[in-house]
């Protein structure tokens, strides 16, 4: 005799978990640093192509043998490849080597004229990256630069010291101007649970007017000129040259392979480098393991605003030498993209900052001699940002395969 024995009825699934605005943002910086080396090496190549169809559509020649296109072919081409070529030619001769100078020092200034530009770019992007390794969106890095910047450029005109010892103290008060202002974001965030972003971003602004306001009191600028900027800074205070004139690569430029040693250990060997990485993979698995996240924002966002405030204080004492309204330039912005090009890496981070300080070097030599404006090239560093920000893209354009994640449990 059998017994027929009802079926249970499945137990129900529990409900999904809800996702948090913090939720959200860690899974896009996760996506977005998910990139390999070769999609952001494609991606380069790709916003090279689209500036090269910018500066085909901006040339007069190229648009007149187009209007012949069907009757001339071979011309359009001729005159199109011509045009492009000769850009980029003189591009890359004005960041790396210029073969047609006269003399070796002539011909390898270019290489040294990167590497200047592209030594705050490093210092700060170092900083933005660090920020997106642990989690956080540091958008700061304009307002950090600008507060490093300012102190170091104060301290370097207003304190009479000895060489040397007058560069070590206006650096290091360009490390605490930048520090503090990015420990006011972590801060709030670690303590209200303020977005980092628009705390930052509010910061840029306020650093940028009151830079504004100080380059007009005599007792902050040390000059009666009319003109908002500053007393040029003391020689004791400029970080000195690594070559004689007519190359103007400084000491920054060693500094800032220090700096990404420094962080690459940070990250890589230190355990507060590992509370950071956990904190960024995981900050609600991390609290449980015991690291406070609160103590972790607020340091991370210290030592970010420190490499960005040290990225001020090579552009002021290495290449400016005064504070002017436009002394950080687009540094901070920059160094966003110089973080995401890099992945997040420091040795990554480092490249990619030699390579946008390439572009801003070479950009004046193109706009000179071909008359190519100097705008392409911010256009492409922005495809760039557009297309690192955006890897599935670059792959369903060449067609590459999907990376293959590993599984999380819950």
């Known amino acids: 005799m059998t017994t027929d024995i009802a079926p249970t009825a499945p137990s129900p699934a529990p409900p999904p978990k809800p996702e948090t605005a913090d939720g959200r ?8 640093l998910s990139g390999s080396w070769l999609v952001s090496l494609l991606a380069i190549v790709l916003a090279l192509l689209f500036g090269g169809v910018l500066i085909a559509v901006s040339n007069a020649e190229v648009v007149a043998a187009a209007e012949n296109f069907f009757a001339a072919p071979g011309e359009f081409f001729a005159t199109l490849f011509q045009t492009v070529g000769n850009a980029y030619s003189a591009l890359f001769r004005g960041a790396v080597f210029d073969w047609e100078a006269r003399t070796t020092e002539r ?3 270019p290489l ?9 770019l490093i210092l700060t992007g170092l900083g ?8 956080l969106f540091n958008i700061g890095g304009q307002g950090q630069v600008i507060l490093g910047a300012t102190i170091a450029g104060f301290l370097g005109y207003a304190l009479p010291l000895p060489p040397v010892v007058h560069m070590l103290v206006a650096v290091v008060g360009g490390i605490i101007g930048g520090a503090i202002w990015a420990g006011i974001a972590g801060v709030l965030k670690a303590r209200t649970g303020a977005n980092e972003v628009i705390v930052t971003i509010m910061l840029n ?10 380059l007009k009191e005599n007792w902050f600028t040390h000059t009666s000129s009319a003109n908002p900027q500053s007393r040029v800074i003391d020689d004791s205070a400029h970080m000195f040259l690594l070559l004689p004139a007519p190359f103007r690569l400084h000491f920054g430029f060693i500094i800032a392979i220090l700096a990404t040693i420094f962080v690459w250990w940070l990250l890589e060997r230190s355990t507060i480098g590992f509370e950071f990485k956990a904190v960024g993979a995981n900050p609600h ?9 609160s103590k972790v924002t607020v340091t991370v966002m210290i030592v970010a605003g420190a490499l960005a405030g040290l990225g001020g204080a090579a552009q002021v004492l290495g290449t400016e030498f005064k504070l002017t309204g436009g002394i950080s330039g687009s540094i901070g912005f920059d160094a966003i ?3 995401l090009l890099g992945r997040s890496k420091p040795l990554g981070t480092f490249l990619a900052g030699l390579l946008f300080g390439a572009f801003k070097a070479g950009g004046y030599l193109m706009q000179s001699q071909t008359g190519t404006p100097i705008d392409i090239v911010l256009v492409v560093q922005s495809v760039i940002v557009l297309l690192i920000a955006a890897p599935p ?9 999907t990376p293959v994640l590993k599984r999380k449990e819950d």
């Open 25 to 32: 943002e860690q899974s896009l910086l996760q996506q977005i």
């Open 128 to 135: 933005i990256a660090l920020a997106f390794r642990c989690g």
């Open 205 to 214: 602004s306020i650093a940028g007017y009151a830079l504004g306001y100080l």
């Open 112 to 120: 040294t004229e990167s590497m200047v530009s592209g030594t705050p």
């Open 285 to 293: 698995a991390a609290r449980t393991a015991g690291i406070s996240v």
């Open 337 to 339: 993209t110089v973080a």
């Open 393 to 401: 893209l670059v792959r369903s354009i060449f067609r590459l395969p």
């Open 107 to 109: 011909a390898i200034r």
